[in-house]
């Protein structure tokens, strides 16, 4: 509803509200109760012109934390802020777009509140609804195109070549809308990712987040834009002649072709390393210059590299003020696993210096590391017999939860495909999508079916942290549903006890003769 010139007020329904004004002024004061006890809007001369001049169907959102400190509100401390796309998603002031020769506008972050920024509505629920919180992970994405680590472009891309914004346009690293990388698109001719956020949407969100006194962890993240019906060499199959890559793959497949395992394969030989070192290209921190919040780029026109995004963000996270923790990259364990010896791993050789490079940019007060895969959160184990492999320290580990909350939705989801669900589990996530945010808990449904494991999922996180710190557990609340990996290897004991938990809850069931349905 449009509420430019519309007068209006709502009351919480507390104990302490006085009558409303307009309703005293035409009532009397001695005939207006206060209504405490109930919540209400009141609106003053509402032109019914624009609803056909008939009271128009109104509904509400109402949000409110349980007041109970024992739920998921209450225990969760850090998230991830997600879609990681979207041209403008993150700016925290007004962007309008020009729809025709009329001059005439329409709001591209406009779509929660007419007049408030959708990240700061989203920002402003999340602190009244999971007051707790005390860390954000920003996420923002490049895009890939390859599957194949040396021949993939790391590009900023947009969602449309043309588009004219105001008070700001769309740029990331020098790179103007007319030079990026254009998404594909799908067969109703849609975007089928939003573009990747501008730079100064992304300093404006950083320097909001810590003006609200957050912890911002800044993520970059890679999508791969490999669409239907392509005809680039598959690197998993016999010397990559397999022609037509999977559509919009999970980055963790970007590795050497032909991929270790198969006919062919380049795993274990110079070629491997020249792949890699394509991948990470050759962007040095001298290739960048900053003027105030903007970064520029000096180095090699045609320079799309995994150094050159990672670089540009250190450089943009300073320029905004700094962040507290920064990720050089994230779950690629078919690129982390690829070697150019028996036991010589050129990708982490790669990302290490991709850190020594990030902190000289930082300096030494953030914290910097890698968000690995489950998988290579163990190290390597190859299967040929050389032995088992690690790789390095400093990484945490990406966790996805079993448990998503949308309360729009009303309902519980969960992904069983990585590739479908990449964003990491840091606690919670707060989504802003299409300007709508997917809250933190939905107080109905939720707090019946899926509380006491959301607890789970959310104590088992927090223990782990105790066990690298010697300290003890807190008590379970019992066995968790779904995904029996657990968070770090020494909490595998609880990972067992649940699992014959289940099995002896299942057993019963069939007992007697019921079924019961896994959420």
Known sequence: MEMTGVTWRWYPGNEVQGPDPFISAKMGAANTPAYRGTAYVVFEELNLSAFGNRLPQISFEVFRPLADP????????????????GEFTYATAPVKKSTGSSGATVAENLNAITDTADIVVALDRLQSLAPAVESVSLVVAWFGDDLRAGNCKVRPGVEVDTKTTTPSAWVVNCVSRANAFLVSRDAEDRPVYGGTPADFAVVQAIQEMKAR????????????????????????????????QPTFPWRGRITCSPA??????????????????????TATRANFSMSGTNVSWTGLVGEWSLRRMILHYAHLCKAA?????????SEMPGLTTIRSGASTYPAVTAFKALAADVRAILG?????????????????HPAD???????????????HGDHRCNVRHGHRGQSGRRD????????WRIRIDHGRQHRVGDRRRWRHDGR?????????????????????????????RGDSRQFQPSVDEHASRAAEQRRSRDRSNGEQGGSRKRC
């Not at 270790?260 to 290209?281: I, Y």
């Not at 017999?385 to 966790?399: A, C, I």
């Open 420 to 427: 479908q669900d990449p964003e990491p589990w840091h606690g």
């Open 364 to 380: 030494a007060g953030p914290k910097i590391g890698y968000a690995a895969d489950w998988s290579e959160y163990f190290g390597h």
């Open 321 to 329: 003020g700094g962040v507290d923790t920064f990720l050089i990259g």
């Open 213 to 244: 006194g957050l912890r911002v962890t800044f993520y970059p993240f890679l999508l791969l834009d490999v669409p239907p019906g392509n005809t680039k060499p598959n690197p998993y199959s016999a010397n990559a002649t397999t022609s037509g």
């Open 385 to 399: 017999g050389s032995g088992d492999r690690h790789g390095f320290g400093g990484g945490g580990l990406d966790r």
């Open 260 to 281: 270790a395992g198969f006919a062919g394969s380049v795993d274990k030989t110079a070629t491997a390393a020249t792949q890699v070192a394509a991948l990470f290209g």
């Open 70 to 85: 024992d739920t998921a509100e209450g225990l969760v401390k850090a998230l991830t802020m997600i879609p990681a796309s």
């Open 452 to 480: 006491e494991h959301a607890h789970n999922d959310l104590r088992q996180c927090r223990n782990a942290g105790r066990h690298a710190a010697g300290e003890p557990d807190r008590a379970a609340l019992g066995p968790r």
